[in-house]
């Protein structure tokens, strides 16, 4: 039953993408209106047509921003940086691939945060869909299941120093607004992230001195310390199973 109401949602996300996109690549021609018709009523009536297109508008506008979104109320920004800092460390440029890293932490993201996307479907966007609750209230309900996951990763010290940063307005630490608590669950995601990066880089680190102290005292001087640890820390990683270790520890950090 689960998996049918995920395979629902997914159906109904790919049916209302390609609504927009029909919508988007008709907005340029002018079609002859029936006047019997619902649209033909509303455009006789008068604001309805133009209601119409301001929200197609709209919905547009928030599907072009959705990658800007995700990196600002999800946890896509902490596992990018945590998998950024893991190639690093290894010692790795461009494997895996920019486009591997992205693509994985988005199906991460997916799967960590698929309880807070059901949740605003199904309280605000469905009822929307549905005509039971105006704009306002879909907005408000949509992004409730979001305020209470950020709120969960961020600490009221997080917030209090950034609400000190504007002495002229009032903030509720309780119920912060928006704003204040998108800025302080980035900053707090970035926080950990470079916090997990640190831990990650300690033992590739402590193979890099290994392998050149050895090499220094080879008398091996001119060959890179970099080239010839990058094979022992690639075994080390696949030994440990690194890959499956630090993506059960991002999980167990969000359950």
Do not use: H
């Not at 018709?37 to 197609?56: P, T, V």
């Not at 290894?90 to 486009?99: A, D, E, F, K």
């Not at 969960?152 to 209090?160: A, I, N, P, Q, T």
Request: aromatic content about 12%.
């Amino acid at each position: 039953m689960i998996a049918d109401k995920r395979f629902r949602i997914f159906l109904a996300f790919l049916w209302l993408a390609s609504i927009l996109f029909w919508g988007v690549s008709a907005f340029g021609q002018v079609p002859d209106i029936d006047p019997g018709s619902l649209l033909g009523q509303a455009q006789l009536e008068g604001g309805g047509f133009d209601k119409r297109i301001i929200q197609l508008f709209l919905i547009v506008t928030v599907l072009s921003l959705a990658p800007g979104i995700a990196m600002m109320i999800t946890c896509l920004p902490f596992i990018v940086i945590v998998f950024s800092f893991l190639r690093q460390a290894i010692g790795l440029q461009q494997s895996p691939p920019n486009m591997m890293i992205m693509g994985l932490a988005m199906f991460l993201t997916f799967f960590i945060m698929q309880p807070v996307f059901t949740q605003s479907w199904e309280e605000g966007i469905s009822p929307y869909m549905d005509g039971e609750i105006t704009e306002m209230q879909a907005t408000e309900r949509t992004l409730a299941p979001f305020r209470v996951f950020m709120k969960k990763r961020v600490g009221e010290d997080s917030l209090e120093r950034l609400a000190a940063t504007m002495p002229d307005r009032e903030f509720n630490i309780e119920e912060p607004e928006f704003s204040l608590l998108v800025t302080a669950f980035m900053l707090s995601e970035i926080k950990r992230g470079f916090q997990i990066g640190f831990v990650i880089f300690l033992p590739f680190l402590i193979i890099d001195l290994i392998v050149a102290s050895v090499l220094m005292a080879m008398g091996m001087m001119m060959v890179p310390p970099a080239v010839v640890s990058l094979p022992f820390k690639l075994a080390f990683f696949v030994v440990a199973d690194g890959w499956m270790k630090i993506t059960e520890a991002l999980i167990a950090g969000y359950g």
